[in-house]
């Protein structure tokens, strides 16, 4: 059991294209950190290195994939996981009008261009590491750079949120690390308020690059706003500071909720 310090709001607002809100409440939310812990507490027991073999960017893009399962089986029915795999957004907000539309898109649950973007909206799904500082800058202090499994914040310089165009708005962004060799989270921002000046200029791959998308960075500016947001943070003084340094902020010691998950 990890324990987190929680904000005082009950729910969350998704906000719909058509500029109608809909809340889903933090029990949700709270409900599946619990079962995504369990599921990547398991992975520990097999007898290969399941996060090695991953990778850091993969693993990263998988332990969102499998907050974002977790959190539409969760919900009752009001998020559905995206039918398509390039799909905008994560999890479709299947409020009334959200299943009417899914009705009449039966015969096209493999196509993409229904479901990228869903026209009821939804919840786009984000997850972030952060970032420490290059092999050669740690070597001059006489440190090595973490390797998969290493615990990450005595480290962290500073995290972001990558999408693949800049209209990418109701974000569950979250930031994680490793405990005991296995990766947790470490806490989740949220924001239904961002706006495309809050993402970067879209970045195109170059040729023979390793990068094979288009990414768009979350500014600073997004960034405060997805703290602001702050649904819960693990209690451990370490993160605390981090973020509230890193976003000029004391809001997470304005926190009076505390759950273990």
Known sequence: MTNYIMTNKTSIT?????????SLPLDIIAESITKFNSIISNFKEFEVD?????????????????FASVLSK????????????????DLLLLDNEGNRIIETLKTRM???????????GGIEIKATCGSVPTPAVLSKRGL????????RINLLT???????????????????DFKDGVPFIAAIFYSSSLEEEDW??????????????????MTREGIRKMHEGCICCIDDCRYMEFLGKYNSSKLLYTYTKRSSF
């Open 14 to 22: 998704i906000k719909k294209p058509s500029g109608q809100e809909v």
């Open 50 to 66: 399941v996060f090695a073999l991953l990778g850091m960017r993969n693993l990263s893009a998988f332990l969102g994939e499998v």
């Open 74 to 89: 969760a919900s009752n029915g009001l998020l559905l996981k995206n039918p398509h795999q390039d799909g905008y957004p």
């Open 110 to 120: 493999k196509e993409k261009e229904p479901f990228s973007g869903f026209i009821n």
């Open 144 to 151: 090595q750079k973490p390797e998969i499994g290493d615990t």
């Open 158 to 176: 500073g995290y972001d949120w990558k999408a693949h165009h800049r209209e990418t708005n109701n974000l569950l962004g979250l930031l994680w």
């Open 200 to 217: 970067g200029k879209i970045v195109k791959p170059k040729e023979d690059g390793g990068r094979t998308t288009s990414v768009s960075i």
